[in-house]
């Protein structure tokens, strides 16, 4: 059974830092390219940040560069988000996501997980 699980998640004043966790399990966790998603009320889903498989590499929205670390370690199937000059625009539920995309005889198929998602709020 597939499960991603986020935690780390609470109530921070602005300038302050979070360090988000994400436990996967129920998969071969170094086989995926792992995701930290956002989603603010009343807005869609954006993209946060992108770590590749064995961690060589990372992609940041323009708004978190500078600003948001994503890193994984295999060995703990763990995926971190560390937030840092927090802004009350950074309130939002944050997603964990896993995503693999395997070659088979049928063509090209996808695996993408989600977790349940971590509060976030950002507040004086």
């Known amino acids: 059974q597939v499960q991603l699980v986020e935690s780390g998640g609470g109530l921070v004043q602005p300038g302050g830092s979070l360090r988000l966790s994400c436990a996967a399990s129920g998969f071969t966790f170094s086989s995926y390219a792992m995701s930290w998603y956002r989603q603010a009320p009343g807005k869609e889903r954006e993209l946060a940040a992108t770590i590749t498989s064995a961690g060589g590499s990372t992609n940041y929205a323009d708004n978190m560069k500078g600003r948001f670390t994503i890193s994984r370690d295999n060995a703990k199937n763990t995926v971190y988000l560390q937030m840092n000059s927090l802004k009350p625009e950074d309130t939002a539920v944050y997603y964990c996501?896993?995503?693999?995309?395997?070659?088979?005889?049928?063509?090209?198929?996808?695996?993408?997980?989600w977790g349940q998602g971590t509060q976030v709020t950002v507040s004086s």
């Open positions: 996501n896993a995503r693999r995309t395997v070659l088979t005889d049928s063509g090209m198929k996808d695996y993408d997980y």
